[in-house]
């Protein structure tokens, strides 16, 4: 998963030069682009952080906030449209802060290097003794066969912010995105036994497993910050070739039809739902006629077993009823409609027949409680990563 979820937490805080591009356009969630008669009053126009040719001792760096704290697997470090003025080497360490540092960007930072009283802000962080992740690596230039430059990491510790280092050789240049991919991370520990939360969401550890289908929109997006903001925000799937050619109803107006779709989750947390949100915000012609919520409850290896076999096996029992659903409309489902009382680590959500599906919410508490609870799940994290993931396709990012 890309660890970005939301802007307004996923942002540089400092950077040491951004004289020809800002770094903030690092975390940009749109594609690189190019445009040859772009210039501004400080050089040539570019879609990434491009620092000026550097003439004094040192190097260049900024510091990334992950929008998600986590576990990270992988980095992409795009170098689109840096052609003779890409970074030639970086390096990328990490930290864990239990405040947020008080260092902060605002505005367009084209043509501006960072003052006195930032350079002492951020010192206080220690950056340069952060663990590293990549070490010095070179990166490919910035044509389209080359741009992506990929790193697969070891982290075994949860983390919130990045120190990206422009190294060595030349050590100033351009980069255009920087993709972190991992799982979210929380300290559960923090989280009373009482409290109700949301065991699904991203921000709390909540991964998309597998899906039947995603042509339109990854299942992942389900579980993102706030309300989608259009379709493309959402889960919809092709449209199904299997429909009847007339349609019919039982008693509730569910339709009766032979086919479905379905996304398997894992939760952040184990634990006991309370309450379930199915939002088909935006979907108005396009919203399943139908769905219902299937659970289990699965160790490491039972999880392992199910990927393998493409969840044809499981221990699935029915957690909400099929329930008739409605075009753009927030679905709420009480504990009194629920048909699982025990604690639970997997849900699968199937539409039926076919559709889009904006937002999916899991209210419910936490229920094991390990002695080391974080080591705990950082364990159950790392069971479903096997050498074969292609956790930095594009297709399929979950970006911390």
């Not at 040859?36 to 990434?48: L, Y």
């Not at 520990?189 to 550890?205: F, M, P, R, W």
Request: glycine content about 8%.
């Amino acid at each position: 998963v890309e660890l970005r979820v939301s802007c307004c937490f996923f942002q540089v805080i400092f950077a040491t030069d951004e004289w020809f591009a800002p770094a903030a356009n690092l975390l940009k969630r749109e594609p690189p682009q190019f445009i040859a008669s772009a210039f501004t009053e400080f050089g040539k126009w570019m879609d990434g952080w491009e620092t000026r040719r550097k003439r004094i001792p040192g190097h260049d760096w900024c510091i990334v906030q992950l929008g998600v704290p986590g576990l990270i697997y992988g980095f992409d470090v795009d170098t689109s449209f840096f052609t003779g003025n890409h970074s030639p080497y970086v390096s990328i360490q990490a930290g864990c802060l239990d405040k947020p540092p008080t260092c902060s960007l605002e505005g367009d930072r084209t043509g501006m290097t960072a003052s006195e009283s930032q350079l002492a802000a951020v010192a206080k962080l220690d950056s340069e003794a952060w663990p590293e992740l990549v070490c010095m690596s070179q990166l490919k230039p910035g044509y389209s066969d080359s741009c992506h430059n990929y790193f697969k990491v070891n982290c075994n510790h949860r983390v919130t912010h990045l120190r990206l280092n422009i190294l060595f050789v030349s050590p100033d240049g351009g980069i255009a995105r920087l993709r972190v991919y991992g799982i979210g991370l929380r300290d559960w520990s923090s989280i009373s036994a009482d409290q109700d939360i949301d065991l699904v969401t991203l921000t709390n550890g909540g991964v998309c497993l597998s899906y039947s289908d995603a042509h339109f929109g990854h299942p992942r997006n389900m579980i993102g910050l706030g309300r989608a903001v259009n379709m493309a925000d959402g889960w919809e799937t092709a449209r199904r070739l299997d429909r009847p050619k007339y349609l019919k109803v039982d008693q509730q107006g569910i339709l009766q039809v032979p086919g479905w779709e379905w996304a398997v989750f894992r939760l952040g947390h184990p634990g006991v739902i309370r309450s379930i949100e199915v939002d088909t915000n935006h979907f108005k012609g396009n919203f399943p006629d139908s769905c219902r919520m299937e659970a289990c409850f699965l160790t490491s290896e039972e999880e392992a077993q199910c990927i393998e076999t493409g969840w044809t096996s499981g221990k699935w029992q029915v957690l909400l009823p099929p329930q008739k659903l409605r075009p753009h409309h927030r679905h709420l489902y009480s504990e009194t409609e629920l048909t699982l009382s025990r604690p639970v680590s997997h849900v699968r959500l199937v539409i039926s027949p076919d559709g889009g599906v904006s937002r999916l919410r899991l209210w419910g508490q936490p229920t094991i409680r390990h002695k080391d609870d974080l080591k705990f799940l950082m364990r159950v994290c790392r069971c479903f990563i096997r050498p074969s993931d292609t956790y930095i396709n594009t297709t399929h990012p979950i970006i911390l």
